[in-house]
């Protein structure tokens, strides 16, 4: 593996490892997870272009996934 993948994988158990907040701070919350990965993604933040190509990265799976479920039999 080169060291762009292992900094997106890196990122990706990171943040999967943040996930488990109380229900009582989720509910004060008013940003999504794509949006609070897409400021943290802009950041200068160490790390922060992993995050960024993690975004683009599942954003072309999901249009590929998209084109793909709307091609007629």
Do not use: F, H, K, W
């Amino acid at each position: 593996m080169n060291g762009m993948t292992r900094g997106v994988i890196a990122v990706c158990l990171l943040l999967a490892g943040c996930g488990g907040q109380s229900g009582s701070s989720r509910a004060a919350d008013t940003l999504t997870e794509r949006q609070r990965d897409s400021m943290l993604a802009g950041s200068r933040i160490p790390g922060a272009r992993g995050v960024g190509a993690a975004l683009r990265a599942a954003d072309s799976a999901s249009a590929r996934i998209r084109a793909t479920d709307s091609v007629a039999p």
